[in-house]
């Protein structure tokens, strides 16, 4: 069983910075692409950042700057580093990955359960 476990939300003053992180466990072969998505409220969810695992990286327009996605593959981890927060940027953040499970052999898109980021002063 993969599972993808978000951390390091929480409430944060505009202009200051957050660190998210997720985590993937379980019987992992291989990890493709891992992404943040975000969805605030009465809105679709959105693309914040995407990584591939050779570490060719993609932004959202409205974070390009701001944000920056990394990942350490050895521990089947992805950050995103969010600085220069503002209140727009309050959602639910949530980890998405194309995995690879050593049962099946076949990968799959997997998603976390999402973590609430709230900047307000």
């Known amino acids: 069983q993969v599972q993808l476990v978000e951390s390091g939300g929480g409430l944060v003053q505009p202009g200051g910075s957050l660190r998210l992180s997720c985590a993937a466990s379980?019987?992992?072969?291989?990890?493709?692409?891992m992404n943040w998505y975000r969805q605030a409220p009465g809105k679709q969810r959105e693309l914040v950042a995407g990584?591939?695992?050779?570490?060719?990286?993609n932004y959202a327009d409205s974070v390009k700057g701001r944000f920056t996605i990394s990942r350490d593959n050895a521990k089947n981890t992805v950050y995103l580093q969010m600085n220069s927060l503002k209140p727009e940027d309050t959602a639910v953040y949530f980890c998405?990955?194309?995995?690879?499970?050593?049962?099946?052999?076949?990968?799959?898109?997997?998603w976390g359960q999402g973590t609430q980021v709230t900047v307000s002063s």
């Open positions: 998405n990955a194309d995995i690879t499970d050593s049962v099946r052999l076949t990968p799959y898109n997997y």
């Open positions: 990584i591939t695992i050779g570490g060719s990286t």
């Open positions: 379980g019987s992992i072969f291989s990890i493709n692409a």
